[in-house]
């Protein structure tokens, strides 16, 4: 089944480490995005490529970075993990291209940070 | 600038009984709507989704919205509710100029059996 798939599900880094989390998909959607989830909270856009071009939200911490090598996987970086980053982050994708306006989410990955 | 407004934070209901959740939107051109639920635990899934047409439109486990374009809304309907149905549900407008979902606050639904 084509998807989008997240890894880890699970995540608990340090105060300040670095961590990546992943995201891949077979749809073959041009379009990939992350959101940040806070508990009871709405889908926070952080940043999303459109092909390879990148469109960052303009209240996005320069903490966060993104990746995408290729059209199925994106990469979403911490460069430096506080407290307040713990959050579970979804992964997205959608192709306004062929009339796909909508967006199928990943599992999500739930981070921890210690 | 687009934005989604759900009226209804926390509804408690019982089984059986029936369910319209509020979504208004404000964006001036064509847009595309949808309702995600995320059920306890889990990953947001399509509800469903209004382009155009007929402005009823169905989607899964009995679901309906109506798009009311005088009103700027599209409401989310559902007859008879079950206790699966407990789950926090997402309106969102999709504005082409901006390839990007926004999305309403929420609207967490708690169904007692």
């Known amino acids: 089944d084509a998807m989008v798939i997240q890894n880890p599900r699970y995540q608990v880094t340090q105060f300040g480490k670095p961590v990546t989390l992943s995201c891949s998909q077979t749809?073959?959607?041009?379009?990939m995005y992350w959101y940040q989830q806070k508990s009871s909270q709405a889908p926070k856009l952080l940043f999303h490529?459109?092909?390879?071009?990148?469109?960052n939200e303009a209240d996005t911490p320069d903490n966060f970075q993104s990746r995408r090598p290729n059209t199925s996987f994106c990469f979403l970086d911490i460069r430096s993990p506080g407290l307040g980053d713990a959050a579970m982050y979804l992964c997205?994708?959608?192709?306004?291209?062929?009339?796909?306006?909508?967006?199928?989410f990943g599992p999500g990955t739930r981070l921890t940070v210690t | 600038a687009q934005s989604v407004s759900q009226h209804n934070h926390h509804v408690i209901l019982s089984e059986a009984a029936s369910l319209e959740l509020g979504c208004n939107y404000s964006?001036?051109?064509?847009?595309?709507l949808f309702w995600y639920v995320q059920y306890p635990g889990q990953h947001l899934q399509l509800l469903l989704k209004y382009f155009s047409g007929d402005p009823l439109v169905k989607g899964i486990k009995g679901f309906e919205a109506e798009f009311i374009k005088s009103k700027f809304s599209f409401n989310l309907r559902k007859p008879s509710v079950q206790w699966s149905d407990t789950a926090e549900y997402f309106c969102?407008?999709?504005?082409?100029?901006?390839?990007?979902?926004?999305f309403g606050t929420g609207t967490l639904l708690a169904v007692q059996p």
């Open positions: 964006y001036g051109g064509t847009v595309n």
């Open positions: 969102a407008v999709y504005g082409g100029a901006t390839n990007k979902l926004i």
């Open positions: 997205a994708t959608s192709s306004p291209r062929t009339g796909t306006y909508e967006q199928y």
């Open positions: 490529y459109y092909d390879k071009d990148f469109n």
């Open positions: 749809l073959n959607h041009n379009v």
